[in-house]
């Protein structure tokens, strides 16, 4: 614990919250730990994770020499296996743990209560986390996975203002992690159909959303871009707009009593919660989240150093001042979304 004392405000005690930090390849996962990552979040090359993209993740064999460089720099490494397995498949997720814990990993993030009790029953001794794709928001849901199985944090939707994650975090025997940056995530986390629909892969059973092998891009002889997701166009860009990753929910569609197109669900920009950090910290939160284990180096970089910056500022009493990262964002746009307001549309 650190106190802070700042002239004309009253003394505010922090906890020091944990900076976790996306690894989506080996060399990201080294370039979070240099930046400064408490811990990093990564996955197997499979399906039992929700970012299953191709090029990403990692290979057993790159797992274990990545969580070993990770423990010698003092960085904790979460192992998420948090997709929900499809009857008849259990075996493939259950490998994906038993590796985990024969490598070491530090806490295993899990959706699925049939993984959550596979790993209270065979590998009590590693921490056991709550996903954000449980789409647990409530107390009650909470402190039955706490109770239950074994659960020591819960990752919290992104669609609580900062009052009730403390109103939450008074009610339950929990750590709380939340996302701080990245993107912004408003379906039901963890429920959503829609690719699944559009191509027939399940963001939370197959770890995929928007496949890239489905994704196109067609550019017309007035240089407008049409972001296609298999045989549905998603958005059209004029050359002057800047296009996000084709998801369905972050497309613009004709629909009535509407004659032009428009967000039906949101519309493309990334969640920046720098300038909140001081109020999720004194509403309880122990861990601050950066979504992005699709992006490049460069961008875990810039956010994980930005962040670890603001952090340790705070803790010294001084404000957060957190690095200009709009370039970063989706659309080049970004939100404290729910966070501060219900009202952010």
């Given at each position: 614990?650190?106190?802070?004392?700042?002239?004309?405000?009253?003394?505010?005690?922090?906890?020091?919250?944990?900076?976790?930090?996306?690894?989506?390849?080996?060399?990201?996962?080294?370039t979070a730990v240099e930046a400064g990552a408490d811990a990093v979040y990564c996955g197997f090359q499979n399906a039992t994770n929700a970012r299953n993209f191709p090029g990403l993740n990692f290979t057993p064999d790159e797992m274990q020499k990545s969580i070993t460089h990770a423990h010698k720099n003092?960085?904790?490494?979460?192992?998420?296996?948090?997709?929900?397995?499809?009857?008849?498949?259990?075996?493939?997720?259950?490998?994906?743990?038993?590796?985990?814990?024969?490598?070491?990993?530090?806490?295993?993030?899990?959706?699925?209560?049939?993984?959550?009790?596979?790993?209270?029953?065979?590998?009590?001794?590693?921490?056991?986390?709550?996903?954000?794709?449980?789409?647990?928001?409530?107390?009650?849901?909470?402190?039955?996975?706490?109770?239950?199985?074994?659960?020591?944090?819960?990752?919290?939707?992104?669609?609580?203002?900062?009052?009730?994650?403390?109103?939450?975090?008074?009610?339950?025997?929990?750590?709380?992690?939340?996302?701080?940056?990245?993107?912004?995530?408003?379906?039901?986390?963890?429920?959503?159909?829609?690719?699944?629909?559009?191509?027939?892969?399940?963001?939370?059973?197959?770890?995929?959303?928007?496949?890239?092998?489905?994704?196109?891009?067609?550019?017309?002889?007035?240089?407008?871009?049409?972001?296609?997701?298999?045989?549905?166009?998603?958005?059209?860009?004029?050359?002057?707009?800047?296009?996000?990753?084709?998801?369905?929910?972050?497309g613009r569609y004709h629909a009535a009593p509407r004659d032009e197109g428009y967000y039906a669900f949101e519309e493309p920009l990334s969640l920046n919660l720098g300038n909140l950090l001081p109020d999720?910290?004194?509403?309880?939160?122990?861990?601050?989240?950066?979504?992005?284990?699709?992006?490049?180096?460069?961008?875990?970089?810039?956010?994980?150093?930005?962040?670890?910056?603001?952090?340790?500022?705070?803790?010294?009493?001084?404000?957060?001042?957190?690095?200009?990262?709009?370039?970063?964002?989706?659309?080049?746009?970004?939100?404290?979304?729910?966070?501060?307001?219900?009202?952010?549309?």
């Amino acid at each position: 614990m650190v106190t802070l004392v700042k002239e004309n405000k009253p003394t505010k005690i922090y906890q020091r919250p944990e900076l976790i930090c996306p690894a989506g390849t080996p060399a990201s996962m080294r370039t979070a730990v240099e930046a400064g990552a408490d811990a990093v979040y990564c996955g197997f090359q499979n399906a039992t994770n929700a970012r299953n993209f191709p090029g990403l993740n990692f290979t057993p064999d790159e797992m274990q020499k990545s969580i070993t460089h990770a423990h010698k720099n003092g960085t904790k490494v979460l192992l998420a296996v948090n997709t929900n397995p499809p009857a008849g498949k259990f075996q493939l997720w259950k490998d994906a743990i038993d590796l985990g814990a024969k490598f070491a990993v530090d806490a295993f993030i899990v959706a699925d209560i049939g993984l959550a009790n596979y790993i209270a029953i065979n590998h009590p001794n590693i921490r056991l986390h709550l996903s954000v794709q449980a789409a647990a928001s409530t107390p009650e849901a909470l402190n039955y996975y706490c109770q239950q199985f074994g659960v020591k944090r819960v990752v919290l939707p992104r669609i609580l203002t900062i009052a009730e994650i403390k109103d939450i975090k008074q009610q339950i025997n929990c750590e709380i992690e939340t996302f701080i940056f990245g993107n912004h995530g408003l379906m039901v986390e963890g429920r959503c159909s829609l690719t699944n629909y559009i191509t027939g892969l399940s963001t939370n059973m197959d770890g995929v959303c928007s496949p890239a092998n489905q994704v196109n891009y067609v550019q017309d002889e007035q240089q407008n871009l049409s972001t296609q997701l298999g045989d549905f166009t998603i958005d059209c860009f004029g050359r002057n707009e800047n296009a996000g990753y084709p998801t369905i929910c972050k497309g613009r569609y004709h629909a009535a009593p509407r004659d032009e197109g428009y967000y039906a669900f949101e519309e493309p920009l990334s969640l920046n919660l720098g300038n909140l950090l001081p109020d999720l910290m004194e509403a309880g939160v122990c861990a601050l989240k950066i979504e992005g284990r699709q992006r490049s180096r460069s961008y875990v970089k810039k956010v994980v150093t930005s962040f670890r910056t603001a952090v340790d500022n705070i803790m010294n009493g001084n404000e957060p001042d957190i690095a200009s990262l709009i370039a970063l964002t989706e659309g080049h746009k970004q939100t404290e979304g729910a966070f501060k307001s219900k009202k952010w549309r």
